[in-house]
Protein backbone atom coordinates (compact mmCIF):
# COMPACT_ATOMS: atom_id res chain seq x y z
CA UNK A 1 0.00 0.00 0.00
CA UNK A 2 1.32 3.32 -1.09
CA UNK A 3 -0.78 6.28 0.44
CA UNK A 4 0.14 9.84 0.21
CA UNK A 5 -1.31 10.66 3.83
CA UNK A 6 -1.09 7.89 6.28
CA UNK A 7 -3.75 7.86 8.80
CA UNK A 8 -2.55 7.53 12.47
CA UNK A 9 -4.15 6.51 14.64
CA UNK A 10 12.11 -8.51 26.03
CA UNK A 11 11.05 -12.63 29.75
CA UNK A 12 13.65 -10.04 31.58
CA UNK A 13 16.82 -9.75 29.76
CA UNK A 14 19.39 -10.84 32.44
CA UNK A 15 22.49 -10.38 30.45
CA UNK A 16 23.54 -9.40 26.48
CA UNK A 17 25.61 -11.99 24.54
CA UNK A 18 28.13 -9.84 22.92
CA UNK A 19 29.68 -11.30 19.27
CA UNK A 20 33.16 -10.22 18.54
CA UNK A 21 33.57 -6.77 17.71
CA UNK A 22 34.64 -7.52 14.02
CA UNK A 23 30.85 -9.71 13.82
CA UNK A 24 29.16 -6.87 14.73
CA UNK A 25 30.74 -3.51 13.32
CA UNK A 26 33.86 -1.12 14.96
CA UNK A 27 31.59 0.96 17.77
CA UNK A 28 28.58 -1.72 17.99
CA UNK A 29 27.43 -1.87 21.48
CA UNK A 30 23.99 -4.12 22.08
CA UNK A 31 23.08 -3.26 25.40
CA UNK A 32 23.38 0.75 25.82
CA UNK A 33 20.44 2.52 23.48
CA UNK A 34 22.56 5.33 23.92
CA UNK A 35 25.41 4.61 21.92
CA UNK A 36 22.80 4.11 18.88
CA UNK A 37 22.14 7.37 18.48
CA UNK A 38 22.79 8.97 15.40
CA UNK A 39 24.74 11.66 15.46
CA UNK A 40 26.15 12.29 12.08
CA UNK A 41 23.67 14.64 9.82
CA UNK A 42 21.66 12.84 7.62
CA UNK A 43 23.14 13.14 4.40
CA UNK A 44 21.19 15.32 2.07
CA UNK A 45 18.50 16.41 4.63
CA UNK A 46 17.83 19.97 3.72
CA UNK A 47 16.41 21.02 7.58
CA UNK A 48 17.51 20.67 11.02
CA UNK A 49 15.68 18.00 13.40
CA UNK A 50 14.19 18.72 16.66
CA UNK A 51 14.43 15.53 18.00
CA UNK A 52 16.81 12.18 18.81
CA UNK A 53 16.91 9.49 16.30
CA UNK A 54 18.93 5.79 17.00
CA UNK A 55 19.54 3.10 14.58
CA UNK A 56 21.25 0.01 15.78
CA UNK A 57 20.92 -3.77 16.34
CA UNK A 58 18.93 -6.37 18.37
CA UNK A 59 20.58 -9.53 18.54
CA UNK A 60 17.72 -12.85 18.58
CA UNK A 61 17.81 -16.09 18.39
CA UNK A 62 21.68 -16.18 18.78
CA UNK A 63 21.89 -16.02 14.45
CA UNK A 64 19.44 -13.16 13.78
CA UNK A 65 21.05 -9.17 13.71
CA UNK A 66 17.31 -7.36 13.38
CA UNK A 67 17.69 -3.37 12.37
CA UNK A 68 15.83 -0.64 13.82
CA UNK A 69 15.34 3.07 13.66
CA UNK A 70 14.27 5.03 16.18
CA UNK A 71 12.41 8.41 15.60
CA UNK A 72 11.61 9.73 19.26
CA UNK A 73 8.81 11.98 19.67
CA UNK A 74 9.08 15.59 18.60
CA UNK A 75 6.60 16.31 21.65
CA UNK A 76 7.20 14.40 25.07
CA UNK A 77 9.12 11.09 24.10
CA UNK A 78 8.68 10.47 27.71
CA UNK A 79 5.44 10.16 27.98
CA UNK A 80 3.81 10.50 24.37
CA UNK A 81 3.14 6.74 23.10
CA UNK A 82 5.62 4.20 21.37
CA UNK A 83 4.40 2.18 18.06
CA UNK A 84 6.43 -0.50 16.18
CA UNK A 85 6.16 -0.22 12.71
CA UNK A 86 5.95 -3.08 10.18
CA UNK A 87 5.99 -3.13 6.31
CA UNK A 88 5.09 -5.74 4.64
CA UNK A 89 6.01 -8.58 1.85
CA UNK A 90 7.15 -10.45 2.76
CA UNK A 91 10.35 -8.98 2.59
CA UNK A 92 9.64 -5.12 2.32
CA UNK A 93 11.69 -2.50 4.32
CA UNK A 94 10.07 -0.87 7.10
CA UNK A 95 12.34 2.14 6.15
CA UNK A 96 10.26 2.45 3.25
CA UNK A 97 7.65 3.91 5.62
CA UNK A 98 10.34 6.06 7.24
CA UNK A 99 11.35 7.63 4.08
CA UNK A 100 8.63 7.20 1.68
CA UNK A 101 5.42 7.31 4.28
CA UNK A 102 5.10 8.90 7.28
CA UNK A 103 8.16 9.54 8.39
CA UNK A 104 9.80 12.58 10.03
CA UNK A 105 12.29 13.44 6.97
CA UNK A 106 11.21 11.61 3.69
CA UNK A 107 12.77 11.53 0.41
CA UNK A 108 11.89 14.57 -2.15
CA UNK A 109 10.15 13.64 -5.24
CA UNK A 110 13.21 13.62 -6.97
CA UNK A 111 14.76 11.39 -4.98
CA UNK A 112 18.10 14.30 -4.09
CA UNK A 113 17.13 15.72 -0.33
CA UNK A 114 15.26 14.10 2.58
CA UNK A 115 12.50 17.43 2.89
CA UNK A 116 10.23 17.74 6.35
CA UNK A 117 7.31 15.71 6.06
CA UNK A 118 4.50 17.91 7.22
CA UNK A 119 1.99 14.94 7.74
CA UNK A 120 4.82 12.61 9.94
CA UNK A 121 3.57 10.35 12.79
CA UNK A 122 6.56 11.77 15.31
CA UNK A 123 4.70 14.62 16.14
CA UNK A 124 3.05 12.46 19.08
CA UNK A 125 4.63 9.55 19.15
CA UNK A 126 8.28 7.54 19.31
CA UNK A 127 8.25 5.18 16.47
CA UNK A 128 10.46 2.26 16.18
CA UNK A 129 10.68 1.12 11.98
CA UNK A 130 11.74 -2.59 12.32
CA UNK A 131 13.77 -4.24 9.64
CA UNK A 132 11.53 -7.54 9.98
CA UNK A 133 11.95 -10.31 8.67
CA UNK A 134 15.70 -11.75 8.95
CA UNK A 135 17.46 -10.62 5.70
CA UNK A 136 15.34 -7.55 4.96
CA UNK A 137 17.12 -4.20 4.71
CA UNK A 138 19.82 -3.97 7.11
CA UNK A 139 19.09 -7.31 8.96
CA UNK A 140 20.90 -10.01 8.44
CA UNK A 141 21.59 -13.58 10.01
CA UNK A 142 25.12 -14.27 11.25
CA UNK A 143 25.01 -17.95 9.59
CA UNK A 144 23.53 -16.42 6.48
CA UNK A 145 20.23 -18.39 6.43
CA UNK A 146 17.41 -16.07 5.94
CA UNK A 147 14.53 -19.35 5.74
CA UNK A 148 11.92 -18.40 8.22
CA UNK A 149 8.54 -18.97 8.86
CA UNK A 150 5.83 -17.09 10.16
CA UNK A 151 5.91 -18.38 13.67
CA UNK A 152 9.65 -17.93 13.97
CA UNK A 153 8.82 -14.11 12.63
CA UNK A 154 6.41 -13.61 15.34
CA UNK A 155 9.06 -14.70 17.92
CA UNK A 156 12.23 -12.78 16.56
CA UNK A 157 9.46 -9.83 16.56
CA UNK A 158 8.35 -10.35 20.21
CA UNK A 159 12.26 -10.96 21.80
CA UNK A 160 13.21 -8.05 19.41
CA UNK A 161 10.54 -5.54 20.80
CA UNK A 162 11.30 -7.07 24.82
CA UNK A 163 15.21 -6.34 24.07
CA UNK A 164 14.46 -2.75 22.71
CA UNK A 165 12.68 -2.11 26.13
CA UNK A 166 15.75 -3.08 28.07
CA UNK A 167 18.04 -1.30 25.30
CA UNK A 168 15.83 1.69 26.14
CA UNK A 169 14.63 1.64 29.89
CA UNK A 170 12.75 5.65 29.38
CA UNK A 171 10.22 3.44 27.27
CA UNK A 172 9.71 0.34 29.83
CA UNK A 173 5.91 2.18 30.97
CA UNK A 174 5.06 3.77 27.65
CA UNK A 175 1.83 3.25 26.32
CA UNK A 176 2.91 0.68 23.42
CA UNK A 177 1.17 0.00 20.04
CA UNK A 178 1.66 -2.47 16.90
CA UNK A 179 0.85 -1.01 13.06
CA UNK A 180 1.88 -2.03 9.87
CA UNK A 181 0.77 -2.67 6.57
CA UNK A 182 -0.15 -5.22 3.97
CA UNK A 183 1.77 -8.69 5.14
CA UNK A 184 2.00 -7.20 8.50
CA UNK A 185 -1.49 -8.11 8.14
CA UNK A 186 0.18 -11.22 9.90
CA UNK A 187 3.25 -10.01 11.30
CA UNK A 188 1.31 -7.94 13.63
CA UNK A 189 -1.31 -9.54 15.49
CA UNK A 190 0.90 -12.30 15.78
CA UNK A 191 3.24 -10.32 17.81
CA UNK A 192 0.76 -8.40 19.69
CA UNK A 193 -0.29 -12.30 20.46
CA UNK A 194 2.81 -13.00 21.93
CA UNK A 195 2.95 -10.00 23.98
CA UNK A 196 -0.40 -10.86 25.57
CA UNK A 197 0.74 -13.88 26.45
CA UNK A 198 3.94 -13.24 27.88
CA UNK A 199 2.72 -10.18 30.31
CA UNK A 200 3.07 -11.79 33.16
CA UNK A 201 6.61 -12.74 32.66
CA UNK A 202 7.83 -9.38 31.02
CA UNK A 203 4.82 -6.85 31.55
CA UNK A 204 4.56 -4.62 28.79
CA UNK A 205 2.12 -1.81 28.55
CA UNK A 206 0.18 -2.40 25.05
CA UNK A 207 -2.67 -0.42 23.96
CA UNK A 208 -3.76 -0.81 20.83
CA UNK A 209 -2.79 -2.77 17.31
CA UNK A 210 -3.56 -0.92 13.67
CA UNK A 211 -3.10 -2.52 9.90
CA UNK A 212 -3.38 -0.74 7.02
CA UNK A 213 -4.72 -3.16 4.02
CA UNK A 214 -3.56 -5.26 5.67
CA UNK A 215 -3.33 -8.96 4.17
CA UNK A 216 -5.84 -10.91 6.72
CA UNK A 217 -7.13 -13.99 5.17
CA UNK A 218 -5.70 -15.68 2.01
CA UNK A 219 -8.43 -16.36 0.30
CA UNK A 220 -10.38 -13.62 0.83
CA UNK A 221 -7.71 -11.61 -0.81
CA UNK A 222 -8.34 -13.89 -4.28
CA UNK A 223 -12.06 -13.59 -4.24
CA UNK A 224 -11.97 -9.43 -3.49
CA UNK A 225 -9.45 -8.93 -5.76
CA UNK A 226 -11.44 -9.54 -8.61
CA UNK A 227 -14.52 -8.10 -7.41
CA UNK A 228 -12.78 -5.03 -7.23
CA UNK A 229 -10.93 -4.88 -10.11
CA UNK A 230 -14.86 -5.65 -11.94
CA UNK A 231 -15.70 -2.91 -9.37
CA UNK A 232 -13.17 -0.56 -10.75
CA UNK A 233 -14.05 -1.49 -14.25
CA UNK A 234 -10.68 -3.22 -14.91
CA UNK A 235 -12.23 -6.63 -16.51
CA UNK A 236 -14.30 -6.87 -19.61
CA UNK A 237 -17.80 -7.27 -18.91
CA UNK A 238 -18.48 -10.06 -21.07
CA UNK A 239 -15.55 -12.13 -19.34
CA UNK A 240 -16.85 -11.22 -16.35
CA UNK A 241 -20.65 -12.85 -17.14
CA UNK A 242 -19.02 -15.75 -18.40
CA UNK A 243 -16.71 -16.66 -15.53
CA UNK A 244 -20.25 -15.96 -13.00
CA UNK A 245 -22.32 -18.31 -15.32
CA UNK A 246 -19.88 -21.29 -15.69
CA UNK A 247 -17.72 -21.34 -12.03
CA UNK A 248 -19.62 -19.29 -9.88
CA UNK A 249 -23.31 -20.33 -10.58
CA UNK A 250 -24.06 -16.81 -11.77
CA UNK A 251 -23.20 -15.49 -7.95
CA UNK A 252 -19.18 -14.09 -7.89
CA UNK A 253 -19.85 -13.12 -4.83
CA UNK A 254 -19.38 -15.96 -2.16
CA UNK A 255 -18.04 -18.07 -4.84
CA UNK A 256 -14.55 -20.53 -3.60
CA UNK A 257 -12.43 -19.17 -6.55
CA UNK A 258 -9.34 -20.38 -4.65
CA UNK A 259 -10.47 -23.92 -5.20
CA UNK A 260 -11.71 -23.63 -9.20
CA UNK A 261 -9.71 -25.78 -11.60
CA UNK A 262 -8.93 -26.33 -15.14
CA UNK A 263 -10.86 -23.36 -17.57
CA UNK A 264 -11.61 -21.42 -14.49
CA UNK A 265 -8.85 -21.59 -13.30
CA UNK A 266 -7.11 -20.20 -16.36
CA UNK A 267 -9.68 -17.33 -16.25
CA UNK A 268 -9.07 -16.61 -12.66
CA UNK A 269 -5.47 -16.37 -13.74
CA UNK A 270 -5.96 -13.93 -16.68
CA UNK A 271 -8.37 -11.98 -14.74
CA UNK A 272 -6.11 -12.00 -11.52
CA UNK A 273 -3.12 -10.72 -14.26
CA UNK A 274 -5.16 -7.65 -15.53
CA UNK A 275 -5.95 -6.86 -12.11
CA UNK A 276 -2.33 -6.71 -10.34
CA UNK A 277 0.47 -7.86 -13.08
CA UNK A 278 -0.77 -5.26 -16.35
CA UNK A 279 1.81 -2.91 -17.64
CA UNK A 280 -0.25 -0.70 -17.87
CA UNK A 281 -2.38 -0.76 -14.00
CA UNK A 282 -0.38 0.27 -10.94
CA UNK A 283 -1.53 -1.97 -8.38
CA UNK A 284 -1.20 -0.38 -5.64
CA UNK A 285 -3.26 2.84 -6.85
CA UNK A 286 -5.27 2.51 -9.60
CA UNK A 287 -5.59 5.98 -9.89
CA UNK A 288 -2.05 6.88 -9.72
CA UNK A 289 0.30 6.20 -12.82
CA UNK A 290 3.54 4.00 -13.06
CA UNK A 291 6.33 5.18 -11.57
CA UNK A 292 8.40 3.13 -13.65
CA UNK A 293 8.02 -0.46 -16.75
CA UNK A 294 9.93 -2.64 -14.22
CA UNK A 295 7.57 -5.65 -13.04
CA UNK A 296 8.08 -7.01 -9.86
CA UNK A 297 9.66 -10.69 -9.59
CA UNK A 298 7.97 -10.21 -5.73
CA UNK A 299 4.53 -9.78 -7.25
CA UNK A 300 4.78 -12.50 -9.41
CA UNK A 301 5.37 -14.69 -6.40
CA UNK A 302 2.81 -13.32 -4.36
CA UNK A 303 0.51 -14.48 -7.61
CA UNK A 304 1.58 -17.28 -7.73
CA UNK A 305 1.18 -18.39 -3.51
CA UNK A 306 -1.55 -16.59 -3.34
CA UNK A 307 -3.65 -18.81 -6.00
CA UNK A 308 -1.10 -22.18 -5.94
CA UNK A 309 -4.04 -23.75 -8.62
CA UNK A 310 -2.64 -21.33 -11.56
CA UNK A 311 1.23 -21.80 -11.23
CA UNK A 312 1.26 -23.80 -14.23
CA UNK A 313 -1.07 -22.15 -16.35
CA UNK A 314 -0.21 -18.67 -17.90
CA UNK A 315 0.96 -15.89 -15.84
CA UNK A 316 1.41 -13.15 -18.50
CA UNK A 317 3.85 -11.80 -20.41
CA UNK A 318 8.33 -12.41 -18.90
CA UNK A 319 9.35 -9.56 -17.26
CA UNK A 320 11.05 -6.89 -18.86
CA UNK A 321 13.89 -7.01 -16.60
CA UNK A 322 16.76 -9.35 -15.56
CA UNK A 323 15.97 -11.23 -12.47
CA UNK A 324 19.12 -9.25 -10.65
CA UNK A 325 17.34 -5.67 -11.21
CA UNK A 326 13.81 -7.16 -10.47
CA UNK A 327 13.77 -6.53 -6.72
CA UNK A 328 11.26 -3.54 -6.30
CA UNK A 329 7.73 -2.66 -6.52
CA UNK A 330 5.62 -2.80 -9.17
CA UNK A 331 4.95 0.48 -10.74
CA UNK A 332 7.05 2.26 -7.47
CA UNK A 333 10.18 3.68 -8.74
CA UNK A 334 12.61 2.81 -5.53
CA UNK A 335 15.73 3.65 -7.44
CA UNK A 336 16.28 6.92 -5.47
CA UNK A 337 15.41 4.87 -1.80
CA UNK A 338 17.88 2.18 -2.96
CA UNK A 339 20.38 4.62 -3.94
CA UNK A 340 20.34 6.69 -0.07
CA UNK A 341 20.25 4.13 1.86
CA UNK A 342 23.35 2.25 0.07
CA UNK A 343 25.56 5.21 0.32
CA UNK A 344 28.57 4.82 2.11
CA UNK A 345 28.06 8.26 4.22
CA UNK A 346 24.38 6.69 5.41
CA UNK A 347 25.76 3.35 6.02
CA UNK A 348 28.02 5.39 8.41
CA UNK A 349 25.31 7.23 10.09
CA UNK A 350 23.53 4.50 10.58
CA UNK A 351 25.72 2.52 12.66
CA UNK A 352 25.94 -0.51 10.01
CA UNK A 353 28.52 -2.67 10.61
CA UNK A 354 31.56 -1.82 8.11
CA UNK A 355 32.40 -5.57 7.56
CA UNK A 356 29.22 -6.32 5.79
CA UNK A 357 29.21 -5.50 2.22
CA UNK A 358 25.47 -6.62 1.66
CA UNK A 359 23.28 -4.55 -0.18
CA UNK A 360 20.21 -2.52 0.77
CA UNK A 361 17.02 -3.38 -0.84
CA UNK A 362 13.49 -1.86 -0.59
CA UNK A 363 12.01 -5.32 -1.40
CA UNK A 364 14.04 -8.68 -1.08
CA UNK A 365 13.40 -11.28 -3.35
CA UNK A 366 15.53 -13.67 -1.67
CA UNK A 367 13.17 -13.42 1.49
CA UNK A 368 10.33 -13.37 -0.36
CA UNK A 369 10.95 -16.52 -1.54
CA UNK A 370 12.12 -17.80 1.28
CA UNK A 371 9.59 -17.37 3.47
CA UNK A 372 7.25 -19.86 4.59
CA UNK A 373 4.15 -18.88 4.90
CA UNK A 374 1.75 -20.84 7.68
CA UNK A 375 -1.32 -19.58 8.25
CA UNK A 376 -4.01 -18.41 5.57
CA UNK A 377 -6.24 -16.72 8.09
CA UNK A 378 -5.66 -14.17 10.85
CA UNK A 379 -9.10 -14.52 12.44
CA UNK A 380 -8.24 -16.55 15.48
CA UNK A 381 -5.40 -14.41 16.23
CA UNK A 382 -7.66 -11.31 15.99
CA UNK A 383 -10.21 -12.44 18.45
CA UNK A 384 -7.80 -13.48 21.00
CA UNK A 385 -6.42 -9.84 20.88
CA UNK A 386 -10.18 -8.40 21.37
CA UNK A 387 -10.52 -10.77 24.24
CA UNK A 388 -7.80 -9.35 25.70
CA UNK A 389 -9.50 -6.09 25.46
CA UNK A 390 -6.73 -4.24 23.30
CA UNK A 391 -8.62 -2.48 20.30
CA UNK A 392 -7.70 -3.12 17.06
CA UNK A 393 -8.34 -0.56 14.31
CA UNK A 394 -8.16 -1.68 10.44
CA UNK A 395 -7.70 1.04 7.85
CA UNK A 396 -7.52 0.42 4.27
CA UNK A 397 -6.96 3.15 1.28
CA UNK A 398 -10.05 2.20 -1.21
CA UNK A 399 -7.59 1.85 -4.64
CA UNK A 400 -4.85 -0.30 -3.78
CA UNK A 401 -5.56 -3.94 -5.82
CA UNK A 402 -2.82 -5.62 -3.77
CA UNK A 403 -4.42 -5.88 -0.19
CA UNK A 404 -8.44 -4.14 -1.14
CA UNK A 405 -10.48 -2.87 1.59
CA UNK A 406 -13.27 -5.24 0.46
CA UNK A 407 -10.71 -8.15 1.71
CA UNK A 408 -10.64 -5.92 4.96
CA UNK A 409 -14.60 -5.32 5.10
CA UNK A 410 -15.46 -9.20 4.20
CA UNK A 411 -12.42 -10.34 6.79
CA UNK A 412 -14.33 -7.88 9.48
CA UNK A 413 -17.51 -9.15 8.66
CA UNK A 414 -16.62 -12.61 9.54
CA UNK A 415 -15.22 -12.07 12.75
CA UNK A 416 -19.04 -12.35 13.56
CA UNK A 417 -19.11 -9.33 16.06
CA UNK A 418 -21.51 -6.87 17.23
CA UNK A 419 -22.08 -4.18 15.01
CA UNK A 420 -22.35 -1.05 17.14
CA UNK A 421 -22.15 1.91 14.36
CA UNK A 422 -23.04 1.19 10.45
CA UNK A 423 -20.64 1.94 7.74
CA UNK A 424 -20.91 5.86 6.52
CA UNK A 425 -18.83 8.52 4.39
CA UNK A 426 -15.61 9.39 6.11
CA UNK A 427 -14.65 12.63 5.97
CA UNK A 428 -10.93 13.93 7.06
CA UNK A 429 -10.80 17.60 7.26
CA UNK A 430 -7.83 20.19 7.00
CA UNK A 431 -7.45 24.06 6.54
CA UNK A 432 -7.80 24.62 2.73
CA UNK A 433 -8.94 21.13 1.59
CA UNK A 434 -10.99 17.64 2.68
CA UNK A 435 -10.84 13.59 1.67
Same mark, same amino acid.
Given at each position: ??????????????????????????????????????????????? @???? =?????????????????????????????????????????????????????????????????????????????????? !??????????? &???????????????? !???????????????????????????????????????????? &???????????? &??????????????????LDEETWQLFSKQCCKGCVDGCKIDALNDNCAQMVSDML???? &???????? @????????? =??????????????????????????????????????????? !????????????????????????????? @???????????????????????? !????????????VCNYLLGQKFVEGLGLKLIKPKEAWIFKWPN???
Amino acid at each position: MRLNIFKFYCTLVLFLAYLPEKSLGEGMDLSNGEKDEITDKLPLINF @DINF =KHYSGYLQVKKNYMLHYWLVKSQSNPATDPLLFWFNGGPGCSSLNGLLEGMGPYILSPDKKTLIRNENNWNKKASIVYMESP !IGVGYSYALNG &NITINDDQTADANYEA !IKLFLTKFPMFRKSKLYVAGESYAGVYAPMVVDRIIKGQKVFPI &NLKGLAIGNGLM &NWNMSIDTTLQFAYGHGILDEETWQLFSKQCCKGCVDGCKIDALNDNCAQMVSDMLNIAW &NSQRLNPY @DYYRDCETP =KRSSILRWMFKHRFPRAQNLNLGQPMSCAPETCTSLPCIDDTG !INNYMNRPDVRKALHIPTNHSFTWKSCSD @DVFKNYIKQYDDMSGFIMNILAAK !IPITFFYGDTDAVCNYLLGQKFVEGLGLKLIKPKEAWIFKWPNWRI
